[in-house]
């Protein structure tokens, strides 16, 4: 899907790099690291939102996938409707026809927003406001979703049911993820494979593909709390290296 090589960002100092990275089409890939390792940058250059100092990405077939962007907070305008945030995008592209509605309509249900088409985002709970947030970005995306600690200010209750939406919607259409988080816990539960970044400038500390056992609970097995306590692992080293 994505193939990073060599990427270095520099703003006046180096932030990030160098990076050498593929992502496989329809994987799950979390990025972890401390605060300032550069991860929202990372995020941001593989969408193409800011560009690298040196270095290539490319993409498969030199097709440029279609994405959406979750940040942190919901970015929401205050002033527009559900459905007319979910379609700013669609607008701002001059896209904005009876399709991209139609999907808006579709995806808002798809998160469990049927019926809160018309109401404004301060009429939202910080969770609803996060599954508008996805909903835009999948009627945008379709092939890579980027996230950026979307569900960190969320209670525990609502953030695991995101989480497990945020699974399904993967599961079902075939898209691929890229999660950052700050949460170890997270990132073992939700990927098939977590990215450490180490304190800027960040290069890739750990690469670590998840085993998952779909039986159990993986949340109460052994591989979880191993592979947990190795990445917990890695990040206290680092911080302790600082
Ligand atoms: N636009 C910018 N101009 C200058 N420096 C920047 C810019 N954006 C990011 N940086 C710097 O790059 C480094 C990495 O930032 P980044 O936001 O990618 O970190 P992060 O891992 O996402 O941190 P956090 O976990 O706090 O969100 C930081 O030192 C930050 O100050
Ligand atoms: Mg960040």
């Known amino acids: 899907m994505l193939i990073l090589k060599d990427i270095i960002k520099n703003y006046e100092v180096p932030v990030l790099g160098p990076i050498d990275v593929e992502i496989k089409s329809k994987s799950f890939v979390s990025i972890i690291g ?24 490319s993409y498969k077939n030199n097709i440029k996938p279609k994405m959406g962007f979750v940040f942190q907070d919901s970015t929401l305008l205050p002033w527009r ?69 979307p569900f960190s200010a969320l209670d525990e209750v609502t953030r695991r049911k995101l989480e497990d939406d945020l699974l399904e919607i993967w599961e079902t259409n075939n898209i691929t993820v890229l999660f950052v988080t700050h949460s170890v816990t997270q990132a073992v539960y939700l990927s098939q494979r977590v990215i450490v970044l180490s ?3 960040g290069i890739i500390l750990e690469d670590l593909a998840i085993e998952k056992n779909l039986k159990d609970d993986f949340e109460e097995t052994s591989e979880f709390i191993s592979q947990v306590r190795h990445l917990t692992n890695i990040l206290k080293k680092e911080g302790r290296e600082l």
């Open 81 to 149: 409707n559900v459905i007319d945030n979910v379609l700013l995008p669609s607008e701002l592209t001059k896209q904005n026809n009876s399709e991209s509605i139609e999907k808006s309509i579709n995806w808002l249900e798809r998160v469990g927003l049927k019926g809160k088409e018309n109401s404004f985002p301060n009429e939202l709970s910080g969770g609803q406001k996060m599954r508008v947030s996805i909903a835009r970005a999948m009627v945008q995306g379709g092939d890579l979703l980027l996230l950026d600690e």
């Open 34 to 57: 401390a605060s300032g390792s550069g991860k929202s940058t990372f995020l941001r250059l593989a969408s193409g939102l800011i560009s690298q100092s040196s270095g290539s990405i």
């Open 199 to 201: 304190s800027g400038p």
